[in-house]
């Protein structure tokens, strides 16, 4: 399924955006017309790039299992414009609104459709398509895929390899339980998966252990096929004794074996950054199923069809006692050209942290991680323990560079902080952001020895700082913020910078004013027959200008002492914000 790019209506607000006076120029990514939020995923060498979609316009609705499975008609019926349309499958923008933010509301029940709320696009910026992940063409809704699985890609070679983590495809199964009565489940068939996109055909690379179909996410390749990630390698006594309640109709509820065994590895779970708190058995949404494991940074070798050929897991940096019941980990999350890879891991150890807070900070005991490094079938600590808290390696290129993000208390308060290392000369550096204190994430590195990310862009006493977009050159220690490279004229604010390919091409998230619309990507109009604007974030990519030069900016004095106008929200800001508000309904 592909999308294009909305022509001259909307020429303003989706047009690519350079000055002479820029050495960047910004183009967003052929996605307005599919939803009001897009955030960046990746950027290849081809100039292939990815991003989520998240809550999608025109999602298709099936109107009979909404009115056979969900109590939606028995709660909303007065609340409908008109029943006897809905259930026609005609919607007004008001039923339609309602419909699908009580489907998303409801992404936990155990009956009637689901709706994903991230699907991921890839995009020469001319034109997009569906990276479906393991999502299926069922029928249903004509030519087109279930809606029902998130997927998120994470990095691609040249378009034709795609590879990322995905939910399983929803399955419906009648049962009748023990009443006579007839309930028809809907569940995904397995936990996250790690995929491969060759063509158009999606494959699962299997964890190491896939009791329960495993949990796995591929996060990065590179030109010889080498997949780097992490899958589950083993599960404690606690899963076995799980599946067999399942497995005992005297132990078991009244419901299926297979939605039981659903109930075991149901729910998400969100790698931590360095500014998150993190306890290996505490998190919620989850059995658990990922917590009653071991993680371990995967290495999956493909052939040229997209088949695993081999796979080696990474272990821990530590030999756990017997009686541990803890989640232990390595993540993989980047590999170069000659299959080294980087991530994180445990040490085993606690570790105290103050985190800054709006109200009063106070220390935290989590598990300590720090950045490893995984080659030669061997887990390595990067940097020196003493000297930080907690520290991720998030990129590496082909001179061994390695690029990641670390907690360093600066005035007892942790704020995170770059680095750079290199692996054959043990090179080291820790810029500083914007300012002393500003709290700096590293998300990608190329082999033009250039770091992307994100920092923290004012010196306030505020636990979540806006942020811009910035880029740091290795060779010239030159730190940088992405909006003092673009127009001023263009009107992106540039939150952070996703990935940064060969061709110092980049794709970031930007907040842009845009047209509010309802779920059916119509146009918002009030009784005057005005639209309004809201913000919204997109991701957009960024081309270099050949001769370009900054442009200087003219300021107002509230805006000094900075260069350029247009203070950021941060982006964690932004996505609480956005994932508390679904679509707006007409009143």
Known sequence: ??????????????????????????????????????????????????????????????????????????????????????????????????????????????????????????????????????????????????????????????????????????????????????????????????????????????????????????????????????????????????????????????????????????????????SDYFASNAQSGTFNYIFASEVNATIWQLDVNGDVISSQAYPLLFTPEEDNTLYNYTYALDINSQGIAVGEGMTGEFIGITRPSDTSSFELTEVQRVATVFRDGETVELLPRDENLISQASGINDSNWVSGTLLRATNDIARPRMFAYNLDTTEAFYPDGFFASSGVHANAINNNNIIVGRAENEATSDAIRETSAFMFNIDTQEFLDLNDLTACDSPYTLLEAIDINDNNEIIANARVKATNRYVSGEEVVNDQGETSEVDSIISVKLSPISNGSVDECDIDDDDAPYERQGASTSIAALLMGFALVLFRRRK
């Open 1 to 274: 399924m592909k999308r294009s790019q909305l022509a001259a209506a909307i020429l303003m607000a989706t047009g690519s955006f350079s000055a002479v006076a820029a050495t960047y120029n910004v183009t967003p990514l052929p996605l307005q017309d599919t939803s009001r939020n897009t955030f960046a995923l990746s950027i290849d060498n081809s100039g292939k790039t990815m991003a989520a979609t998240q809550l999608e316009f025109n999602p298709p609705i099936d109107v009979e299992q909404l009115e056979n499975d969900t109590t939606f008609f028995d709660i909303y019926s007065e609340s409908l414009e008109s029943e006897d349309d809905v259930k026609q499958g005609v919607f007004s923008n008001a039923d339609y609104t309602l419909i699908v933010n009580y489907l998303l509301q409801n992404a936990e029940s155990p009956v009637g459709q689901k709706l994903a709320s991230y699907r991921t696009y890839i995009t020469d910026t001319t034109d997009a398509e569906l990276v479906p992940g393991l999502d299926e063409k069922n029928g249903k809704f004509e030519d087109d895929f279930s809606w029902s699985v998130s997927a998120n890609g994470r990095d691609s070679v040249a378009g034709d390899y795609i590879v990322g983590d995905s939910t399983g495809i929803f399955i419906e199964e009648a049962y009748e339980n023990e009443d006579g009565d007839t309930i028809n489940y809907t569940y995904a068939e397995s936990a996250q998966q790690a995929f491969v996109q060759v063509g158009n055909e999606s494959k699962r690379l299997p964890a190491i252990d896939d009791t329960l179909g495993g949990f796995a996410s591929a996060r990065a390749i590179n030109t010889n096929l080498q997949v780097a990630g992490f899958s589950t390698v083993s599960f404690n006594e606690s899963l076995d004794n799980a599946i067999e309640v399942c497995a005992d109709d005297e132990q078991r509820d009244d419901i299926p074996e297979s939605f039981c065994r659903y109930i075991i590895y149901r729910g998400t779970f969100i790698l931590p950054e360095m």
